[in-house]
Every structure is written in C-alpha cells, then in structure tokens.
C-alpha cells in the first residue's frame, strides 16, 4: 500500500512528531526521578469542582469529564458536517464511514424482531458506537494533558504529553448515563411495541412468583453495562500509566497506546453496541 | 528501631499485598477459563467451515472481551488497593 500525503498534511505530522518527542525526553529525564509511591499516590483522585447551587452529590462535577465530552462532540459534529453532501461515488472517507454503517445496520436488522424499531435502534447504536469509539481512542491512544488531583479533588500538577487524554468513559457517570439511557429506549419500545398491558404482563412470566427474579435481572443490566466499560477503559488507562512509569518512558509508551487505546477500546465500543442492541431486542421480543 | 515501621503499619502493609495478589490470581482464572472455552469452540468451527474464519473471529473477540470483564474488575481492584488504599 502506498501512502500519498499532500503537504499541509506532512507539515502537521512532523510538528506533532517533533513535540511529542521532546516532550516524551523531557518527561523522562524529569518524571522517572520521582520515586514509585510518589509517581501513584494521586492515581485514582479526580479533578471535582463544587457548583456554587444544588446540594449533595448534585452539586459536584467533574470537569475534565465535561470539557472532553464537549469537545468529542465537537468532533463528531464537525465530521458530520464535512458529510452534508454524500457523492454517488464516495471517496475514501465516505467509503469507510458508509461500510461501517452498513455493518452495524446489518447487525440491528437481524437483531431487532419488529420492523418498525429497527431504523430507531440504528440511529441509536451508531451514535453509541461512534461516540464511545471516539473518547475510547482519545483516551487510550492520543498523548494529552492530564490533570493531577489530590484527595480533596483539588488540582495538584498539569501533566504535559506524559499521560494519555482523561477519557470521558473512563467516569463512571458518563458510562452509568448510557446504560439507564439504553434501559430506559429499551422499556419505552417494549410498551410502544407491544403495548402497556402485554409489557406489565411480561414481569409475571412464566408464573407470578418470579417477579423479584425479572425485576433484578433487568435492573442488573445497565450496572453490569456500564462498569463493563468503565473497568476496560479506566483499568488500561491505569495499567499504561503504571508500565509507562516502570518503562521510564524511554520508549514513549506508543505499544502499550495502541494495544489498550485501539484493541480494547475499539472492542469494547463494538461490545456495548452489541449489547446495547441485544437488551433492545429481548425487551422487544 | 525507632525510625522502622510499627507493627499495625507493617501488618497493613502485608494484609494489602496480601489481598491484592489474591485479588489478582484468584480473579484471573475464570476469565481465562472461560476465554479457553471460547477460543476451543471458535476453533472448531473453523476447522469445520475455514470460510467462515472472518465472521468467527470477529464473535470470537467479542466474546471474549465480555468473558475478559471480571478479570479487569479484579485488576483494578487489586491496582486500587496497592496504590489507593
């Protein structure tokens, strides 16, 4: 295969590389001097500001959670408009987008029982599958900054290009609100489809005794949903970090990046979808 | 000994390393059971039908990355505990 850049393209790649390799000396001429309690003492500490209204757990947000999702969003938005005017013949990036469409189309198609729902569940896990692929990627595979807190969620050091971007779905607010979201589309089209007294009976099959059983087994559908993702996102942006360290960073951790940002993330994107398409289809059947 | 650990520090110590090797070791065998399972019944069916290796490995990835979560579960228990705790 051959590889055509034009110029604009080269001139950004070679200034991206040139910085991330003196940052990435820079880091480890300063950072492998930090002893090892030292270096993950703030590990699992998060940035937490508290709004000046609400009370409780209300009133605390994480705010790298908020920036990174805002500026996926802006992203995708922007991707989304270079495709305002699809071609009959589509170029390269056309192409991809439409195969992957095409391929998770076909999977709610043969999923989904009641045709009415199936271009809904489309829209839905193609923007599911898009949007966590994106912060998955962005999380475990781009250089960024990265914030360091201490226990009282106060900022402690910027980190420059030692560590990867902060992932969105690596919170796990962001992971918790799409699977209630996907719980919730899932019981809104079984009343739709199958109207609301065949969906209440649906909680008393195959005999009345087992109702607390199908109300723990549906409510245990988003928790295990959500943490799924979580633990592989958070989990490998930890394990990076910490064989990152034991590295030194004297190869620029750019293995361990793709392995935990690309495979596991792009998988684990396509398992959610998956399962997200799966818990729509046997609420609906 | 002054400036040594005590015993309570010392016992916690132990009892964190402790738990987070348990955690670990003990959290890591069922996923790889079941991964084993899964790997075993995909490359069966692509010894019976080589035609269809494409689509097997995609299912066979993607279950294992559902069969691979609670051996993450534990690891990020056992980090928690080395480094947090």
Known sequence: ?285 | MENGPTLAEALIQMGKFIGAGICMGAGAIGPGIGEGHVGDGAMQAMARQPELIGVLTTRMLLSQAVCETTGLYSLLISILMLFVL
């Open chain 1, 1 to 285: 295969m051959k590889l055509s850049l034009d110029r604009r393209t080269k001139i950004l790649l070679i200034v991206f590389l040139v910085i991330y390799v003196v940052v990435g000396v820079l880091n480890a001429i300063y950072l492998s001097k930090q002893s090892m309690s030292e270096a993950f003492k703030n590990v699992a500490n998060r940035w937490v500001v508290k709004l000046p209204f609400g009370e409780g757990i209300f009133s605390r947000i994480n705010p790298l959670t908020i920036f990174m999702t805002w500026g996926i969003m802006l992203i995708i938005i922007v991707i989304a408009l270079s495709f305002r005017k699809p071609q009959i013949i589509p170029d390269r990036k056309q192409s991809a987008l439409e195969s992957l469409m095409d391929f998770v189309y076909q999977m709610v198609e043969d999923a989904i029982p009641d045709q009415r729902f199936v271009r809904p569940t489309f829209y839905l896990a193609c923007t599911l599958f898009i949007f966590i692929v994106f912060s998955n990627i962005l999380g475990g595979a781009i250089p960024g900054i990265s914030v360091e807190a201490n226990a009282q969620g106060n900022v402690e050091k910027i980190y420059l290009f030692s560590d990867t971007w902060f992932s969105p779905t690596a919170d796990i607010n962001t992971n918790a609100f799409l699977a209630v979201f996907v719980f919730v589309i899932s019981q809104v089209f079984a009343i739709k489809s199958k109207g609301f007294k065949a969906w209440a009976k649906s909680w008393f099959e195959p005999i009345p005794l087992m109702f607390p059983m199908n109300v723990i087994g549906e409510l245990s559908k988003p928790i295990s949903h959500s943490l799924r993702l979580f633990g592989n996102i958070a989990g490998g942006a930890l394990l990076t970090y910490l064989l990152a360290y034991m590295a030194k960073y004297f190869f620029l951790p750019v293995i361990l990046w793709g392995f935990f940002g690309l495979f596991v993330g792009v998988i684990q994107a396509l398992v959610f979808t998956v399962l997200a398409i799966a818990y729509i289809s046997s609420a609906l059947s």
